[in-house]
């Protein structure tokens, strides 16, 4: 069965630096979506994406964080200049139609 | 944000036995999604629920959308030690706007062999 497949796995990254987290959707899915789990809270939704352009976003994702499709398969998350509480998992998710969500198994972001 | 309220937080129950969850808004919902999530792994998604009233079964797990729209539960018949996991109920709020979804805080299910 086709998967939604995230990289890396775990990223550890110094306060104030850059990091991109990536994803290959589904292949022939249109809709993409990031969300965040801090650990043993619920999952948040960040961002949905949809024919080259944020369709919505949440009051987490501010000016620190970025979305894009730079090529036909990947589906990146950029936050700028991280903070200790940008430490969480992230989730990508796809769908085909906008409510069947898949979602990889996550990169675990840690904020030193 | 929107809250989706769950319940119970947490369940301990014996191989073999039934289980129901359940999950409340004071928003009314015209979706509802089940997902369970593994330690260490994305939520997958169990049963999804598009029309009030609808009852649907995937396997031994059944899920219904609450008439009111601002509920629904989900069932799990006879379980066994891997449904062990995190249940969590989310959709899309609001009639039109399919673009923002919202989680749940989750149930957590032991299951004791």
């Known amino acids: 069965e086709p998967e939604v497949t995230q990289t890396p796995s775990h990223q550890v990254t110094q306060m104030g630096q850059e990091v991109i987290l990536r994803c290959v959707p589904i292949?022939?899915?249109?809709?993409f979506y990031w969300y965040r789990q801090i650990l043993g809270q619920k999952v948040e939704f960040l961002v949905s994406?949809?024919?080259?352009?944020?369709?919505?976003k949440s009051e987490i994702f501010d000016d620190q964080f970025s979305v894009e499709r730079p090529d036909g398969s990947n589906f990146t998350l950029k936050i700028r200049s991280t903070k200790l509480e940008d430490s969480a998992m992230y989730f990508c998710?796809?769908?085909?139609?906008?409510?069947?969500?898949?979602f990889g198994d996550g990169t675990r972001l840690s904020i030193l | 944000g929107q809250q989706l309220n769950q319940s119970p937080q947490s369940m301990f129950i014996q191989e073999g036995e039934d289980v129901s969850m359940n999950c409340t808004s004071s928003?009314?919902?015209?979706?509802w999604l089940w997902y369970k999530q593994d330690p260490g792994e994305g939520p997958v998604l169990l049963i999804a629920?598009?029309?009030?009233?609808e009852l649907t079964s995937n396997g031994r797990l059944t899920a219904q959308f609450g008439i009111t729209r601002k509920d629904s539960f989900l069932n799990i018949s006879a379980s066994i030690p891997s449904d062990v996991g995190i249940y969590f109920c989310?959709?899309?709020?609001?009639?039109?706007?399919?673009?923002?979804?919202?989680f749940g805080s989750g149930t957590k299910l032991n299951v004791k062999p």
């Open positions: 998710a796809s769908s085909d139609r906008v409510l069947a969500q898949h």
């Open positions: 292949s022939n899915h249109l809709y």
């Open positions: 994406f949809y024919n080259n352009e944020i369709s919505e």
């Open positions: 928003s009314i919902f015209n979706t």
């Open positions: 629920l598009y029309k009030a009233g």
């Open positions: 989310a959709g899309p709020l609001g009639e039109y706007n399919f673009n923002k979804f919202y």
